[in-house]
C-alpha cells in the first residue's frame, strides 16, 4: 500500500484555494414532524450550521430551548432539516453576505411566521447566528 505525499507547495496552493472558496449560505429550517412547528435560520455556511444544530440537538446543547425539548419528546427521527433558498456568491471575493443574508431570512420568517404553536422562532430577537 502506497500513500502519495502532497508537495509543501501544492499543499498551501490547496489549502488557499479552500478558504477562499465561498460555502454554501442561505436560509435552512428545522421541523418538528409530530408537531409541525419550524425553526428558521440563517447561515454564511449551511453545511456546517445544520450539522452544529444537529450535534447540539444530539447531546443537549441546542440554544433553542423548546426547539431541544421537543427533539427529545418527537426523537431524532421527527425532526428535518431542510435548505430553503441559497444566496448564490459574487464574483466580488470581499464581499460581506451579512445583510443580504438577513433580508432573505426576513423575508422567509415573513413568510412562514414560525412564532408560537407554529414555531421556535422568537418574533423579537435578532439573528444570532449567522456564522
Keep these: 500500500m502506497s500513500s502519495k505525499i502532497i508537495p509543501k507547495m501544492k499543499k498551501a496552493e490547496i489549502n488557499k484555494e479552500y478558504k477562499q472558496t465561498v460555502q454554501p449560505m442561505g436560509v435552512y429550517c428545522i421541523k418538528n414532524n409530530v408537531n409541525g ?17 444537529k450535534f447540539q440537538l444530539k447531546y443537549g ?34 464581499y460581506d453576505y451579512t445583510s443580504d443574508l438577513i433580508v432573505l431570512h426576513s423575508l422567509w420568517v415573513e413568510k412562514i411566521q414560525p412564532f408560537g404553536d407554529r414555531g421556535y422562532n422568537d418574533p423579537n430577537e435578532v439573528i444570532k447566528f449567522l456564522v
Design 61 to 94: 446543547s441546542e440554544n433553542v430551548p423548546c426547539l431541544q425539548e421537543d427533539y427529545r419528546l418527537a426523537g431524532e427521527d421527527n425532526i428535518t432539516f431542510e435548505v430553503l433558498d441559497r444566496l448564490e456568491p459574487k464574483e466580488d471575493m470581499g
Design 37 to 53: 412547528k419550524i425553526y428558521i435560520g440563517v447561515t454564511k455556511n449551511l453545511q456546517a450550521r445544520i450539522n452544529r444544530h
